[in-house]
C-alpha cells in the first residue's frame, strides 16, 4: 500500500520530495533500482520532515516507536494502520490523522476515510489533498467507525476479487474458456460499479432493474438467497471489524 500511494503522489504533484524508508535491504534495492529516493541511512533535513506517511504493519509499530520519536518534530504525521489509535500516534507526535485507503489507490480509484479530529485546517487540507489525488475520500468524525471502514472499504477489494474469482470458476463451469470467462467477469463487475456510480439509487433499485420476475437473473439470485450470500457477506465484515477492534487492543 505504500508503494502504490507514493508511485500515485510522485505522478500526480510535481516538485515532490519524497524520501522512503525500507529498513528490508532487498526491498529498499529494488526500490532504488526503480528510481525512489530510499537511502539506507535515513537523514533528518535541517528543517525536518513536513509529513510522514506510517505505511507499515501494525504488528510492527511499537517497535518503531523510539525512532519516530527522534524524526517527528512538527510534522504531520499520517498513519494507514489498521487498528493503531490517534491516541497510540499521538504519544509520538502532536499533529496525527489516521486514513484507512484501499488498493485502488495504485490506478488512482482509491477509497480513503480520514479520521483527524484534532488537525488544524491547513494540516487537514494538506491530508485531503493527498489522499484526494489517490481517489475519492471521506471525513469521520468518531475514530471508532474506522473499525467498519477497515472491514468494508479497506477489506473490500479482496471480497471483490473473490466474488470474481468464483464467477470466472463459475464461467468456466458451464463450457466458457478461461480467457473468455475473464473478459466478461471483469467487464461486468466494472460496468456495474461504474453504473451505480452514475445513479442516484442504491443497490436494492438496481438490482431489481435487472431482476425480470421468473427469468434468469431470478432464479439465480434465489440460489444466492438459499446459500444466505448475504448472511455470509455480513458475517465477513462482522469477522474483520472483530480483527480490526483486536489490533487496537494488541
Not at 479520521?115 to 475519492?136: I, Q, S
Not at 470474481?164 to 458451464?174: K, P
Request: charged share 15%; glycine share 6%; aromatic share 4%.
Amino acid at each position: 500500500m505504500g508503494m502504490a500511494l507514493a508511485q500515485c503522489w510522485l505522478d500526480a504533484f510535481e516538485n515532490l520530495d519524497l524520501t522512503i524508508a525500507e529498513t528490508n535491504p532487498e526491498r529498499r534495492a529494488a526500490l532504488q533500482a526503480q528510481g525512489f529516493h530510499a537511502p539506507d541511512e535515513l537523514e533528518l533535513p535541517d528543517d525536518g520532515f513536513d509529513t510522514i506517511v506510517l505505511a507499515v504493519k501494525p504488528q510492527g509499530f511499537a517497535a518503531l516507536v523510539p525512532q519516530l520519536q527522534q524524526i517527528t518534530g512538527e510534522a504531520t504525521v499520517i498513519s494507514i494502520m489498521a487498528g493503531v489509535t490517534l491516541q497510540q500516534l499521538s504519544n509520538i507526535a502532536p499533529h496525527v490523522a489516521r486514513v484507512m485507503p484501499n488498493t485502488p489507490v495504485s490506478i488512482g480509484e482509491g477509497m480513503s476515510a480520514i479520521c483527524a479530529p484534532a488537525l488544524d485546517e491547513d494540516r487537514l487540507e494538506m491530508v485531503k489533498e493527498l489522499f484526494g489525488a489517490t481517489g475519492h475520500i471521506v471525513m469521520l468524525d468518531d475514530e471508532a467507525q474506522m473499525h467498519a471502514v477497515t472491514a468494508i472499504s479497506g477489506s473490500g477489494p479482496a471480497y471483490v476479487f473473490a466474488f470474481m474469482e468464483a464467477l470466472e470458476e463459475a464461467a468456466v463451469n458451464v463450457g466458457l474458456d478461461a480467457t473468455t470467462a475473464r473478459a466478461l467477469v471483469v467487464q461486468t463487475v466494472r460496468g456495474a460499479a461504474l453504473l451505480a456510480d452514475s445513479q442516484s439509487g442504491n443497490a436494492t433499485a438496481l438490482r431489481k432493474q435487472v431482476t425480470s420476475p421468473g427469468g434468469t437473473t431470478q432464479a439465480a439470485l434465489q440460489q444466492l438467497d438459499t446459500h444466505m450470500f448475504s448472511k455470509a457477506v455480513d458475517a465477513a465484515v462482522a469477522a474483520a471489524r472483530s480483527r480490526s477492534v483486536e489490533l487496537a487492543k494488541a
